[in-house]
């Protein structure tokens, strides 16, 4: 009898133990899923930063190429805006040149000289503003005086130039000083 509930015992005890292994096999297999479930996030989750850091460093460096190239374009803005003065010294004397038909005022050599030096900015990217006869753009334009309209269809536009605005690769650097028609 003793070795029946001997037996008996060593089967409960068995029996218990395969269920606490069976349980605990049960256990792992969830927490398995679980682990996998989370470690697939944190994969998702990783390669999501991934993706933006690279979107972010490939803004950056359009940004930086796109801004190093204006810089060198627009270098030598300041030195195009001191010329302009001479520009306009030569401007004002082809003017007044040609108001008293005398060549003695603007020469030949002043001439080749004035178109050299227009032809050489033209280059560098300076443009000049057409602006009499338009209408009047704040941005454009420094309004340095009203004037009466002659007529209905001048109100509104600029109607002499005092000196001419300029433009250095598409960007202001310096607007015009105009009158306006009121």
């Known amino acids: 009898m003793m070795n029946e509930e001997k037996d008996k015992i060593e089967n409960e005890i068995l029996e218990n133990t395969e269920d ?21 996030l944190q994969l998702a ?6 993706l933006r850091l690279f979107a972010e460093f490939d803004n950056f460096r359009k940004r930086s190429y796109k801004e190093k190239n204006d810089y060198i374009k627009n270098a030598s803005q300041d030195l195009v805006a001191d010329l302009l003065v001479i520009l306009d010294d030569f401007e004002r004397a082809q003017k007044l040149a040609e108001d008293q038909k005398n060549t003695e005022i603007f020469p030949e050599g002043m001439r080749l000289i004035y ?23 704040p941005s454009l334009h420094e309004a340095v005086t009203e004037f009466p309209a002659p007529s209905e269809e001048m109100k509104g536009k600029v109607f002499d130039t005092l000196e001419k605005g300029y433009l250095l690769n598409d960007k202001i650097i310096r607007y015009a000083k105009v009158v306006v028609a009121k």
């Open 20 to 40: 606490q292994t069976l349980g605990s096999e049960e256990a792992d297999a969830n927490s398995m899923g679980t682990k996998d479930q989370n470690l697939a």
């Open 115 to 137: 178109h050299k030096l227009l032809l050489l900015l033209k280059q560098r990217g300076l443009e000049a503003m057409d602006s009499t006869n338009v209408v009047f753009d």
């Open 45 to 50: 989750d990783q390669k999501d930063k991934y």
